[in-house]
């Protein structure tokens, strides 16, 4: 009778987990606003990764190409590899831009898991660091941003910047 009931637990407790997955990605949706939930669907986002909250807040918004829209980057995971990264959603373009979660990208890799502060840079000038060419870093330079951008960092550690240059994204690393 134990080894019944012990089953029915675990039965009911997979069940249960399985259960509250489908309940957070349908919490983390409803959290969008409509606009970014419509180009999700769009571009079949479904299909191969999953809305995330392993960085808060998981989603940020500003204008980060220019067009005076509201532009969003949601934290996403990878179904298959399980690699966190985000998903950059242009308003009035419907464009899409998957940075990390299993894609290359800066210095950053294909797994943004590193990462744990993000926070929209407002502050138009940053400062890039240069490299010499045996690895060391020679100076920072600094670069005039024309939009809002994406702060990451690694607390203690490096950071950078991810900014819209007028037709992709690219990284500026700004300290180690």
Do not use: C
Request: proline fraction near 2%; charge should be negative; glycine fraction near 6%.
């Amino acid at each position: 009778m134990k080894k019944i009931f012990f089953t029915y637990w675990l039965l009911s407790f997979g069940f249960a987990f399985e259960v509250n997955g489908q309940d957070n990605q349908w919490l983390l949706q409803e959290r969008l606003p409509d606009w970014a939930k419509q180009i999700l669907s769009k571009h079949e986002f479904e299909n191969t990764y999953l809305l995330s909250e392993f960085i808060n807040p998981f989603y940020l918004e500003a204008d980060f190409n220019g067009d005076s829209k509201m532009d969003i980057a949601i934290a996403i995971e990878n179904k298959s590899s399980h690699k966190k990264g985000f998903i950059i959603l242009h308003n009035s373009t419907d464009e899409s831009f998957i940075i990390g979660a299993g894609k290359d990208f800066g210095n950053g890799g294909d797994d943004f898991k590193w990462m744990d502060i993000w926070k929209v840079q407002r502050n138009l000038t940053i400062h890039q660091l240069v490299y010499k060419a045996n690895g060391d870093i020679d100076y920072s330079k600094p670069v005039t941003l024309k939009n809002a951008a994406i702060f990451i960092a690694k607390s203690e550690s490096g950071s950078s910047t991810i900014y819209w240059d007028g037709t992709t994204y690219k990284w500026a690393q700004t300290s180690e």
